[in-house]
């Protein structure tokens, strides 16, 4: 998924994308050669399709290993196996790259990050997956929201009004006047709050912290939170539990680093529309193994929180490349 500040945009796994975090920091670099331009676009472009399929397996994975296992025991293996494909790549870039200067900045998001993580996991085994991906597109406009609070980012009249159309968006989607809405509904927006909460979080921390490091504690300080209620509601996985688990982790980790490769390849106001396909994907898969068909109103509210975010995007993105022809002159 993508978020981004007035100054700068990230790329990252929420959990929700689900699950965590590859996370690294987008900073604005010079054009490529003409030449090279169609040919890597379209790669970028090939690239994210590919990691929303990923995204939506994951998804589907945890929605069917909610019938047998808690949110925290999901949260847990999907972060140990997370690890244990991470640690060889850690150990050849260079431990040094670890070194932190914020140990305690790195836990309270990742506290913040596991809770967002349980709420999304609990809820995606109750709600239906189009319903549930649909609610958490709503993650970008609680980035604006928190930003606006304690960055004290100035959002302009058109940002504030798409955000006011995304946010209505979620309100076709939960039809509050017609349908009972419930905890898990509420959780998910629960979720999409505490994982926007993590990207305020890395406003403060990349000035000093490597992506390797926020990559690395992330996971680790999420697994050990895991670890006591995992145990303390312990399920035995069966054989059939075996592959969805072991899918988890390699499409959790293997998902946000592609979708942050395809974002360096093209721009985000390229690559954010991707995102949608989520949408169906993840349907398409809850047809198939859970016989679960999405209401007109999912779609369309899930169209219109889409496309307000990424009005969003486009916007910011035009606006950060006019700061970047007016800075020479600024620098002259």
């Not at 890597?40 to 994975?61: K, P, Q």
């Not at 670890?98 to 140990?103: D, H, I, N």
């Not at 999912?298 to 022809?325: H, N, P």
Request: glycine share 6%.
């Amino acid at each position: 998924m993508f978020c981004y500040g007035s100054r700068f945009l990230i790329s990252y796994t929420i959990p929700h994308s689900d699950s965590v975090h590859y996370l690294k920091l987008m900073t604005s670099a010079g054009a490529p050669p003409s030449n090279t331009v169609s040919s890597s676009v379209l790669t970028g472009v090939v690239i994210a399709v590919l990691s929303m399929f990923l995204f939506s397996s994951t998804h589907t994975c945890v929605r069917y290993l909610t019938d047998t296992m808690t949110a925290p025991q999901i949260v847990f293996w999907r972060m140990l196996i997370s690890m244990a494909i991470l640690m060889p790549y850690f150990a050849w870039k260079g431990l040094h790259l670890l070194k932190t200067q914020r140990p305690s900045m790195h836990m309270m998001r990742a506290i913040i990050n596991f809770a967002g993580m349980i709420m999304w996991f609990y809820a995606i085994g109750v709600v239906p997956l189009g319903k549930a991906v649909a609610i958490h597109f709503t993650l970008p406009l609680f980035v604006i929201l928190l930003a606006i609070v304690f960055l004290g980012e100035r959002v302009g009249i058109r940002r504030t009004v798409a955000t006011v159309i995304g946010f209505s968006g979620t309100l076709v989607v939960l039809q509050p006047g017609n349908l009972e809405v419930g905890w898990a509904e509420l959780m998910i927006l629960g979720s999409a709050a505490l994982y926007a909460g993590t990207v305020i979080f890395l406003k403060f921390m990349v000035k000093t912290e490597t992506p390797l490091a926020l990559t690395f504690y992330t996971n680790f300080f999420i697994l050990f939170l895991s670890l006591p209620l995992s145990i303390w509601l312990w399920v035995s996985p069966t054989i059939d539990d075996i592959l969805p688990i072991l899918f988890i982790g390699v499409t959790g980790t293997l998902a946000p680093f592609m979708y942050t490769s395809a974002l360096k390849m093209a721009d985000a106001s390229i690559i954010g529309p991707t995102d949608f396909l989520r949408l169906p994907i993840t349907s398409g898969f809850a047809f198939a193994l859970f016989g679960e068909v999405p209401t007109i109103w999912v779609w369309i509210g899930g169209g219109v929180i889409f496309l307000s975010t990424w009005y969003i995007t486009l916007r910011e993105s035009r606006l950060e490349k006019q700061r970047r022809k007016q800075s020479p002159e600024d620098n002259a």
